[in-house]
């Protein structure tokens, strides 16, 4: 196919695999969820592609823009990408050049609850820790990570039925919240007193406690405010281990009660405070600002890379 919009609207795909092959100079609108996905052959398109429980494969491409939502992410044999990506893995590339990635900002009415049926979780977004199979030899890096206003503006469906959908790639209205990942350095930058720890506890509006959440924090200290999120279940001895007098009392319960969403934050602790303080006491925990507070951040996130990664 050759300049043409072409997609599935919601409903369409239904969690089923999904093959894109030798599209030119197209805008591709896959606007439900998925099982996998392959993209083979491509050049000159812009890809979005619904929560994709499985793999996203992309081969043998050139000068695309994919959006994308998926348990794991490879690409093989592809130049100039430009990836704006929740992955709840590590993504992976090989045998490809010039590859540029950015966190994930998009949302339509119906994305919430196909990410629901995806099983992915908007909170786990591992975007910029990148593994390159294949890196350069003389020292250039083969990807990067970058901020969204660096990249080109996504184009957005024109005709129908896709422009009915209501897509917007706004960071206020995403399904998926906005984090720094790495390109903020792994000492992180310090512009607060110290990057503190956050965790919501299990509760029914848990999802809705965190984007409030961060929306204040990134609207008082700015978009670097929020470096990683993690969504992890923890027991009561892994409470204890990580986070040791913390996780006493009714911390420890709360803490084990079901899934937590943890936010590493690097701002200002009076916007951190004011970032919870609409918040229930007995629904979110704050690592002290007392020099150990770092500490406490590290030793959860550490847990939580390896709760991920097992």
């Known amino acids: 196919m050759v300049g043409v919009e072409v997609g599935r609207m919601p409903g369409m795909i239904a969690g089923e695999q999904f093959v894109v092959r ?8 896959l606007l439900d969820h998925l099982n996998t996905i392959t993209v083979d052959d491509c050049s000159d398109c812009t890809i979005i592609i619904g929560p994709t429980s499985g793999s996203v494969f992309i081969r043998d491409c050139k000068s695309c823009v994919v959006v994308a939502a998926c348990g794991q992410f490879r ?34 009415e119906q994305l919430q609850d196909q990410f629901r ?15 390159d199979f294949t890196p350069g030899t003389d020292g250039d890096k083969n990807w990067s990570v970058v901020m969204p206003s660096v990249l080109p503006d996504l184009k957005l469906p024109s005709q129908s039925p896709f422009d009915c959908v209501g897509i917007e790639c706004s960071r206020t209205t995403s399904v998926v919240p906005f984090t720094m990942g790495s390109v903020s350095p792994p000492s992180y930058r310090m512009l607060g007193d110290e990057p503190l720890l956050v965790i919501i506890y299990h509760c029914p509006q848990q999802g809705a406690i965190v984007k409030g959440v961060v929306r204040v924090l990134q609207e008082a200290a700015g978009l670097s405010a929020v470096l990683y999120t993690r969504e992890v279940t923890i027991s009561p001895t892994e409470a204890v281990r990580v986070l ?5 009392g009714d911390a420890g319960a709360l803490l084990t009660a079901g ?13 951190i405070q004011q970032s919870v303080s609409a918040v229930r006491r007995d629904l979110y925990f704050l690592s002290p600002n007392n020099g ?7 030793k959860f996130f550490s847990f939580a890379s390896l709760s991920m990664s097992v």
Do not use: K, M
């Open 75 to 108: 690409t093989r044999d592809c130049q100039e990408l430009q990836l704006r990506l929740l992955c709840n893995t590590q993504p992976i590339i090989e045998a490809s050049t010039r590859v540029r990635f950015s966190c994930y900002q998009l949302y339509y």
């Open 292 to 298: 150990n507070g770092y500490n406490i951040a590290n």
């Open 22 to 29: 030798e599209c030119s100079h197209c805008c591709i609108f």
């Open 259 to 271: 899934p937590v969403v943890a936010l590493l934050v690097d701002a200002p602790y009076h916007h």
């Open 117 to 131: 049926r995806s099983g992915l979780s908007v909170f786990n977004n591992n975007w910029s820790e990148v593994h």
């Open 244 to 248: 040791g007098e913390a996780a006493a």
